[in-house]
């Protein structure tokens, strides 16, 4: 199957600070991505969502960014708070196919 | 406004037990899955469903059948339980097939086979 990578499996930040989550795909063909956030004990929510004819999108204090050169997806979270505390994945979706290959996800703590 | 509800939340299976994890939707979606989340490795699809009256083998379909019993239900069962079986499922559903923002997950069914 993809392999959806993450840089890092654990990420901790101060809470205020901004937090950066990054994202390896391996599938150029894939023209569509989104960032999911999981509490703990729930399922994925959507965050945001980016297509392959994209380069930057911004939501609010989350912004996705996609360079296809390198096949890299991050995921910048403004001015951190205790609330987003979680574990985030990417997701991608090839042009071809019925369905997404989710990453193995990062764990962001915020520490107050 | 419930989303996507999945019964049970937690169940204990003897190896070879067979059981139905059930989920139904109330957002009028047409698409449904099945997705199964081990420690160390994304979600992997089992079985979806573009639409009602439709089903399709996902990633790791072997040891699971599914019945999309209506547009609102979308069911799956384990036959004859394994230990390689003990997972969180999460069954989601979606406005239209490949999902994006329509993507609406359950809140999962931890299960744990002994």
């Given at each position: 199957g993809e392999s959806v990578g993450l840089h890092l499996p654990t990420l901790s930040v101060q809470e205020g600070d901004n937090s950066i989550i990054n994202c390896a795909y391996s599938n150029s063909a894939s023209d569509y991505f989104i960032w999911y956030k999981q509490e703990s004990g729930k399922g994925p929510q959507f965050i945001i969502d980016i297509r392959s004819n994209m380069d930057k999108r911004q939501g609010q204090r989350v912004t996705v960014l996609l360079n296809k050169t390198v096949k890299h997806l991050s995921l910048q979270i403004a001015a951190?708070?205790?609330?987003?505390?979680a574990v985030y994945f990417c997701a991608e979706r090839l042009n071809t196919g019925n369905q997404f290959y989710f990453g193995t996800g990062t764990s962001l703590t915020v520490i107050p | 406004n419930a989303g996507v509800t999945q019964t049970p939340k937690f169940q204990v299976l003897k190896t070879g037990q067979s059981m139905t994890l059930q989920c139904a939707q109330?957002?009028?979606?047409?698409s449904m899955y099945w997705y199964r989340q081990d420690p160390g490795m994304g979600l992997r699809l089992i079985y979806y469903s573009a639409s009602e009256g439709t089903t399709d083998k996902g990633e790791v379909p072997n040891g699971y059948n599914v019945s999309?019993?209506?547009?609102?239900e979308f069911s799956l069962r384990l036959e004859s339980a394994a230990p390689s079986q003990t997972s969180v499922y999460f069954c989601a559903s979606s406005t239209i097939l490949q999902g994006g923002k329509g993507y609406t997950f359950g809140s999962g069914t931890r299960l744990t086979v002994v």
């Open positions: 951190t708070q205790p609330g987003d505390s | 109330d957002m009028n979606h047409n999309r019993l209506n547009k609102r």
